[in-house]
């Protein structure tokens, strides 16, 4: 007896724990950072969180019972409901990039992330709606703005490529180049195909733009295969995958180059070639006033050379770079050494900026006396607006890394941190400036520092990345996470190693819920182990792939035995035909079916009929593989309905010679049925003819006793208005005979209390109310009148009458309901005499 409350208790703890369980979930949902739907297995939503109200605009219980075809564009539902079936055979799944419906109409992109959970004591999924719309606008705008930088890339009449630093592979050439040395270029090694050579340049410039960073490094190069010079810039930027790349810009001064060479050779001839090159050249007095410009100098301003000859340089500048060039040109004054490169803005002669680069000189006379400078210029406008458009997209892209939501990191080759974005710091729970330097050993236990060692000294060693490797972590606070990592080698110019990249991801959900999957399915392993049906999977030809030990009862083998069994092995020629259609069917249709009686051969030899549902089963990418299904042994309840349809062909026969019996009887039932409903026809009138006799004998009661009291009111109200004019008619001399004698005082008291008592309003009145009470008797006289008239059936004869009258009396009998529901308008015709019962048509 101790048992039975001991079992009451566990079972209340129980459900206790479910509803904590349940009550926790829900916070869980409520608290969430992306919208979770529940639905059932026929995708109509169970439950909801805020953050699915907020994504998808509809309220909780708007959302509740539908299905969730209904927040889905028609043109995104095929996908969806693949995923959903794809969910639910495989237990997870999801769709990227994929859109919803929201209330309003507006469309919203979303990943879905779903699995089969256990909710409430039954099966449901569950999806996990992340709202991406954000990062889709920034990875279009990223599109555009790259797409654009492309495009202003092949336009541009100078060479420009983008080389990886460590396997001088080529990433990008433009169309200039490919004009140059061929289109199929990319993948190609830079020294071979711009250089001829078989391996890296001498003069290669990586060395140089590691030291300066991210500034521009500038030389000029005399290309051996072209017989060019060119004016290049060397720069590194962030290539889209996150490594460092070099990136050149090359402008042909093949042609400057030869003017400077034929100057020096020829001063005869240095303005006529002066005039021809691209570049601007001018010369100015020490004052800053322009002496000589060739044309393309006036071109990059605007002006004209009579224009420009005589201007100061002030005049085309604002005051902020007029200040900026003043001390270079000072020190060009005072030491002699000339202005390599000085960048000037400077404004032309319809308004707007350019920006040029200019090279100074300071000139002397024969004497070596300072007289002036001399110098050459660049427009290199485009080409600041094509670096500041670099310099964007580089720090666009180093945004893009601090913005992820996954970790990047860099460490040094004894595993010490270089380098984290803000993800990973959130991810291992410290601070940058605190994990910069720090050792994984710090945030791995022994095993994890072990696993963590061999996988880098894999890549060391071979140089081949690594891809989702499953480690854990100790956070600052001690809690462990469990991470997925990715890594590749990090070499300097050389090549040599000297570190390692990657991307961390924190799996600790996932796991946690692969660890709740995995206990579900042993769960349900058992469920299938003990329970009482038979069940099996088997291939498209029939062999039995699964069977769980129910199925072994039925069919009397072992699992050892049944495992690759045919089904021919035990069902006879004609059920195997049989379940052949039907699960051919199955195939073609992907419908369940549900078989009985189907006959099975035991071990033993002995016979056994079976119930089977069935159900195709397709693999992760929803190709069929097989079918599944349940068994339940029906051999005895075979028997039972077969000894029952022998009991019930003997009932049929007896029924046959009732049925015979019946129909007599039934002929006379109709007989007597037909007199019945005479019988009841006569009833009928004479109940109706008594109802109304009894309703005509109250009715000239009921006018007998009102006209009795009527005709009392009647004479007392003459009387009462007789008694009232000769009131009025003495009240009235009494008030002209008060006058005539001229009593002041009298006649104002009695005029003050004949206003107080509201006399004059009370004798008119009286008048007002025996006239009012003389209308509602006679209107009262008239009713009854008309009732003692409609009660008379047994006076009722057929005769012409007045049509308009008998609508008159009807409409005065019912007056006092239709009144407050109705307003009547009496529009009567002049209708003719009619032959007819006036008083049964007053009744009706």
């Known amino acids: 007896m101790t048992k039975v409350p001991e079992r009451k208790k566990q079972v209340r703890r129980g459900k206790e724990s479910l509803a904590e369980s349940e009550e926790k979930y829900r916070i869980i949902l409520d608290n969430a950072s992306d919208a979770i739907l529940l639905s059932d297995e026929e995708g109509y939503l169970l439950e909801v969180n805020k953050k699915a109200e907020e994504l998808l605009g509809y309220k909780r219980d708007e959302l509740l019972g539908v299905n969730f075809v209904r927040i889905h564009p028609p043109e995104e539902m095929d996908k969806v409901k693949s995923t959903f079936l794809k969910i639910k055979e495989d237990g997870s799944g ?39 719309t954000e990062r889709k606008r920034s990875e279009e705008t990223l599109e555009k703005e790259h797409e654009q930088l492309l495009s202003l890339f092949e336009n541009i009449d100078d060479a420009i490529y983008v080389t990886d630093m460590d396997t001088y592979e080529i990433l990008y050439v433009n169309k200039f180049i490919k004009e140059a040395f ?10 071979n195909v711009f250089q001829g050579l078989d391996k890296p340049c001498s003069f290669c410039t990586n060395d140089q733009i590691r030291k300066l960073s991210y500034a521009p490094y500038k030389w000029i190069h005399h ?30 001064i093949t042609n400057r180059k030869k003017l400077e ?88 002669k319809n308004g707007t900026k350019v920006i040029y680069e200019t090279s100074v000189s300071l000139i002397r006379d024969d004497e070596g006396k300072p007289i002036g400078f001399r110098g050459v210029s660049r427009d290199v406008t485009e080409r600041k607006r094509m670096e500041d458009a670099l310099c964007q997209s580089e720090e666009k892209y180093r945004t893009i890394l601090e913005s992820i939501d996954d970790g990047y990191y860099e460490v ?23 994990l910069i330097g720090m050792n994984n050993r710090q945030y791995q236990d022994e095993i994890n520092y072990k696993k963590t060692y061999q996988a880098f000294l894999e890549i060391y060693r071979t140089g081949q990345p690594i891809k989702a490797l499953e480690m854990e972590v100790i956070r600052k606070d001690g809690t462990k996470r469990f991470n997925e990592i990715s890594a590749s080698l990090i070499r300097d110019v050389q090549g040599k190693p000297v570190g390692f990249r990657g991307i961390t991801r924190d799996t600790t959900k996932r796991k946690l819920i692969e660890d709740a999957l995995r206990q ?31 199925e072994c009862r039925n069919l009397g083998y072992s699992k050892e035995e049944l495992i690759g069994m045919n089904n021919r092995r035990y069902q006879d020629e004609a059920t195997v035909r049989r ?23 035991r071990k033993d030899g002995t016979k056994k009929f079976n119930e089977i549902s069935a159900s195709l089963v397709r693999d992760s990418k929803g190709k069929k593989i097989g079918f599944s299904g349940v068994s339940r042994d029906i051999t005895e309840s075979k028997r039972a309905g077969d000894a029952l349809k022998k009991n019930s062909e003997e009932l049929i026969k007896k029924n046959k010679e009732i049925d015979e019996s019946r129909k007599n009887i039934q002929l006379t039932l109709e007989r007597l049925g037909a007199a019945y409903e005479e019988l009841k026809t006569s009833q009928a009138k004479i109940l109706q003819q008594e109802k109304m006799a009894s309703i005509g004998q109250l009715a000239a009661g009921v006018a007998h006793e009102i006209n009795n009291p009527m005709a009392f009111i009647a004479s007392n109200l003459g009387t009462l208005d007789k008694y009232s004019r000769r009131l009025k008619d003495f009240i009235q001399a009494q008030s002209e005979e008060i006058k005539s004698i001229k009593a002041t005082d009298a006649i104002e008291k009695l005029e003050k209390k004949r206003k107080e008592l509201k006399l004059d309003y009370t004798i008119n009145d009286i008048d007002l109310l025996v006239k009012e009470s003389s209308d509602g008797l006679e209107r009262v006289q008239k009713i009854v009148q008309e009732l003692n008239r409609f009660s008379r059936v047994d006076d009722a004869e057929y005769k012409d009458a007045n049509i308009n009258e008998c609508i008159e009396s009807s409409i005065n009998i019912v007056w006092n309901e239709l009144k407050q529901k109705a307003a009547l308008h009496k529009d009567y015709g002049n209708l003719p005499p009619t032959k007819c019962y006036p008083l049964k048509l007053n009744q009706v």
């Open 94 to 132: 999801g769709l990227n990039d994929t859109v919803i419906l929201r209330k309003d109409g507006k469309k919203v992109f979303v990943d879905i992330n779903g699995k089969v959970i256990e909710y409430s004591g039954q099966k449901v999924l569950q999806a996990i709606f992340r709202d991406i």
């Open 182 to 191: 061929g289109k199929e270029l990319l993948g190609k090694k830079c020294f």
């Open 223 to 252: 290309n051996k295969i072209t017989e060019r010079y060119y004016d290049i810039i060397d720069r590194i930027i962030r290539w889209p995958d996150g490594r460092e790349v070099r990136f050149e810009f090359a402008r042909d």
């Open 261 to 348: 060479d034929d100057l020096r050779k020829s001063e005869q001839r240095y303005r006529d070639i002066l005039e021809s090159i691209r570049e601007g050249y001018f010369e100015l007095d020490l004052l800053g006033n322009y002496t000589f410009v060739n044309e393309a100098n006036c071109r990059f301003l605007g002006y004209t050379k009579k224009e420009m000859v005589g201007m100061n340089s002030r005049q085309h500048m604002d005051e902020e770079n007029a200040k900026k060039i003043s001390q270079p040109y000072r020190e060009l004054y005072r030491t002699g050494k000339p202005i390599e490169t000085l960048e000037v803005e400077a404004i032309k």
């Open 412 to 434: 040094d080759l004894a595993g010490n941190y270089t380098f984290v974005n803000d993800a990973e710091a959130e991810n291992i729970g410290y601070t940058k400036e605190e």
């Open 520 to 550: 579900s399915e042993e769960k349900y392993r058992r469920i299938l182990e003990n329970m009482e049906e038979g069940y099996f999977e088997i291939d498209l030809v029939g062999n039995f792939t699964f069977v769980n030990n129910a």
């Open 579 to 601: 379940m052949y259609q039907v699960f051919n069917n199955m195939y073609k249709t992907g419908e369940p079916i549900k078989i009985i009686d189907i006959e099975i051969i």
